[in-house]
C-alpha cells in the first residue's frame, strides 16, 4: 500500500471515528456523568413551576424524573428563560428541554423533537363577556383593544400573524401579561390553553372569563439535539410507553384537571 494511501485511510478513519463519537457522545455523556441535564423555564404552570425553596414542579418534572429514572441516571432540572432554553441545548448546556415547547417547522430546523405528549392551542384571558366570544383574532382585532402576549412564544408569532389594528403588548413572562388583565391595563391576553385554564383556576372569582374553545392547535414536545439517534429514540419509545400505558393520561389529570396541587402549591 503506498504511503500517501495509508495516510488517507488513517484520516477517513480518524473521521469517521470523531463523528460517531460526536453522533452517540449525548447519550454516553448522561450515562458516564449519572445525570440527565433537563432544561426548563419553572415559570409556566401547570408544565413547570418553581416552589418558594427554588425547587420546580408540574408535568415537565414528573415527565423529566420518570425519564431520567427509566435510564437509570438522577434528573438535573436546569432553570433558565424560555427564551433561552433552544440556544443552550444548541450548544450542549443541557441534554434536552421539557418546557411546554411547541413543535414548529421553525425550531424544528435547528433541534429535534419527540412527541405530542399534548396538545394545546392558543386560547385567551380578558374581564370582556364580548371578547369571551371570540371565534378567531379576527373578532377581537379593532383599533383601541389592547392585546397582551409573553414574548418570544408560539402565541406571540400568532398575534404578528393574525393582527392588523389592535395593540400588541409584549409581556416577558406570564404572569406579567395576565397582571395587565387583572390591572385592567390590557383588555385580552392570549396564552396556550394549558396555561389560561390554570391562570381561571387559580384566580377564581376575579372575573376572568375565556373562550370556548382554542383558536388553533399546537402540539406540545420535547426537544433533543439532532446529532445523537440513540437519544432520539430512547425518549420517542419513553414517550410511547407512556402514552400507551394510562401514566400519561394520569399525569394529565393531576395537572391539568384536579388543581389541588394549586393548594399544595401555595403552602411550599
Ligand atoms: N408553547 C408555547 C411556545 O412554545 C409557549 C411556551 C411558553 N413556555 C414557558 N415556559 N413559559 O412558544
Redesign the pocket.
Known sequence: MSKIYTTLLIFIFTLSASINSNAQDILTKILERGELRVGM?G??PP?SMTANDGSMFGLDVDMANGLAENIGVKAKLVRMK?KDLIPALEKGEIDMVI????MTIERNKRVAFIGPYLI?GNSVVTKSEEYAKAESLGDVDKAGVKITV?QG???EEFLNANIENATILRSPT?KTALKLISDGKADIMVA?YPTIAVALLEQQGEGLLTIEKPMDY?P?GIAVAPSDPLLLNLVSNYLNALRRSDILDLLKVKWFEEGSWILDAEAK
Open positions: 423555564s415559570d409556566q408544565f424560555f418546557s411546554g415547547v411547541t394545546s409573553m412564544t408560539t402565541s406570564n396556550g399546537e406540545i
